[in-house]
């Protein structure tokens, strides 16, 4: 059965395919690919922030832990494939360690410690200049050619890093309908329920975790192949609030939500700061209106004040004041 | 055999002794009532016996295998199901899927990331029917939060039955319910087959006196007095610190 919804997803899939074509501009081609490997980001930070509960400060650590580790492989002389598994690999060790440290405790605790985690890998970044080169970062001087096909021109960067966004939309479509994802929304809303129905709640928030981490080791890298470059300033504090931001700003726990996270922080960043030096700011008075006429977040919201505007609109047509249209309340 | 023994059990908060040496002994098929006034520690009893918190000694029996060191979630593998005074639902889903939830608790399929959970028809249709018995099959579909406190209720104990348990804990079952609803209750816990063990706690002696066969008074912690019904009822102690005011 063909949907609206079906007919979206088409249309949105058509658009993001036909883009370069319509964009022309290397520029905007650039962005794009840049809000496409940051809602991969922000799609994994959701499964942990909107689908459990855990709110975690420390996703620019993993984030940079995967940079490096294939920054490291390639500068070491190997190949992309090999860099690219042992930084998935690293990636998901890391995660786990955070995800046992972390998971002792949920909330602000579980916020804490992720941030202290994150500003361990920051540290360490900074610090262990012999491995990491310190301040100066490591240059990645090439780009991978799967199938002999190059990405260093940004309309093929740009294809590779849409079908992996894709992928990763496709999974955490799937994750969330499963019973898996079931469980840990379950483990979300009431944790001692789930225990005594027979649901072992650490174990699922653990795999959750590494799932969260396997996405965002895959952002990591797309990372450092579009910078061909990465710096301590990539785990900073600023890259895990920037991106619990794009969760938070667009829609927790929804799918197009960190999409649409990712779109607003990457065109503030590179569209208006080329016009206001202040850019920051601007991007600071969005998050407020936001979260002001939408605390559920861009997306969810939007949808409740469409509605709203529809039933209000129905009701002035036929006029009838029968039932006046809902307020649109959060 | 009994189906839940309790040995010694022990449990204090800081220096307060919340549970006291509790002995008790419970018979498959049985209906055991545990009363007690306000404060008396019951719940934490019942908190002690589902592993959601440890005692400090003695030790917890569920057909003669010792679970006082199983983790909480183990526990309900083995057979066993409770269900909360205040009300602990998932407040965000349908009726459907909290009781979906129940049994996807039970079914190796929870950790499965892959397939679509609402095409598990086996689980769907073992969840209406366990809404069927608890008359809630008309509303399978509505939010829980758009449902009435007595209709939770109902849905805490659908939860429950789900589940198939061995021994199913009931706390406080009837609290907070109409009296209408407190009789929709009664009967639908008396429909309950003898193969499962029920063991309940009632704040309210009269609410529940004629769904026991056994009760067992606690008081500060402490069993004051075991009996059959005739026998507690009798009892000059109960009255004491029960019925005596």
Known sequence: MITPRHGAIALAILLLVTLPVWVGNHYYINIASQILLFAVFALALNVLVGYGGLVSLGHAGLFAIAGYAGALVLQAGHGHLAADLFAILVTLAASAVFAVLALRSTGIGFLMITLALGQIVWGIAYRWASVTNGDNGINVTTRPAPFGLSLSRADTFYYATLLVFLLAVLTMTVFVRSPFGASLRGTRDQARRMTALGYNVWLIRFLAFLFSGFWTGIAGLLFIYYNQFISPQVAALTGSAEVLLMVISGGTATLLGPIAGAAIVVIMKNVVSAYIERWNLVLGVVFVVIISFMPEGLVPGSVRLCRWGWQKLRARRNGVAARPAEEPSP | ?245
């Open chain 2, 1 to 245: 055999m009994t189906a839940l023994c309790v040995n010694a059990l022990s449990k204090s908060f800081g220096g307060l002794r919340v549970t006291a040496n509790v002995n008790l002994n419970v018979a498959p098929g049985e209906r055991r009532l545990i009363i007690g006034p306000n404060g008396a520690g019951k719940t934490t009893l019942f908190n002690l016996i589902t592993g959601e918190i440890a005692p400090d000694s003695g030790s917890v029996l569920l057909f003669d295998q010792d679970i006082t060191r199983l983790p909480s979630h183990r526990r309900a593998h083995l057979g066993m199901a409770r269900t909360y005074q205040i009300i602990t639902l998932f407040p965000h889903d349908t009726i459907l899927r909290n009781v979906t939830l129940a049994l996807l608790g039970l079914s190796r399929l929870r950790w499965d990331p892959f397939i679509d959970l609402d095409r598990q028809h086996d689980l769907v249709t073992r969840a209406r029917e366990a809404l069927v018995r608890v008359g809630l099959d008309h509303i399978v579909h509505r939010p829980l939060s758009e449902t009435s406190y007595g209709e939770r209720r109902r849905v805490e104990i659908a939860m429950a039955l789900a589940q198939a348990p061995k021994v199913l804990l009931l706390d406080e079952p009837f609290a907070g319910l109409s009296i209408d609803e407190r009789r929709d209750v009664r009967e639908l816990l008396q429909k309950i087959p003898r193969d499962v063990t029920i063991v309940m706690i009632e704040h309210n002696m009269d609410v529940a006196l004629d769904f026991a066969e056994r009760i067992t008074l606690l008081h500060f912690g402490e069993v004051i007095v075991e009996g059959t019904r005739a026998e507690v009822v009798a009892d000059p102690r109960t009255r004491e610190v029960y019925l005596g005011h």
